[in-house]
């Protein structure tokens, strides 16, 4: 079982940056992919990015590419999302989740993902 718990989110002006940080509990944090999804009013949710176990595999969304960075501190059973220029549409409530995974696979699809976070508003101005 693996508890997520979000932080970060906050109202920022476009072209700002954010640091989301997910806390993570369970002795098998370390094995587990780890993802970060969104979802914006009236919209699905959507993936944004994954990290795999080792933080040597990540992947990203074509709309965060070269804007957003995924990583990962298992020492400290964490997970980031730093993003960098942030736009309008970029607002949304973000969701840390857990793939069980033992084989390293990133997925992008949210019904991949074990374990979920509660989330953190993100809302950038204009």
């Known amino acids: 079982q693996v508890q997520l718990v979000e932080s970060g989110g906050g109202l920022v002006q476009a072209g700002g940056s954010l640091r989301l940080s997910c806390a993570a509990s369970?002795?098998?944090?370390?094995?587990?992919?780890m993802g970060w999804f969104r979802q914006a009013p009236g919209k699905e949710r959507e993936f944004v990015a994954a990290?795999?176990?080792?933080?040597?595999?990540?992947y990203y969304a074509e709309s965060g590419k070269g804007r957003f960075t995924i990583s990962r501190d298992n020492a400290k059973n964490m997970v980031y999302l730093q993003m960098h220029s942030l736009k309008p549409e970029d607002a949304a409530v973000y969701y840390c989740?857990?793939?069980?995974?033992?084989?390293?696979?990133?997925?992008?699809?949210?019904?991949?993902?074990?374990?979920w976070g509660q989330g953190t508003q993100v809302t950038v101005s204009s």
């Open positions: 369970g002795r098998t944090f370390s094995s587990y992919t």
């Open positions: 989740a857990a793939d069980k995974n033992f084989r390293g696979d990133i997925h992008t699809n949210s019904y991949e993902y074990d374990y």
């Open positions: 990290i795999n176990w080792s933080g040597g595999n990540t």
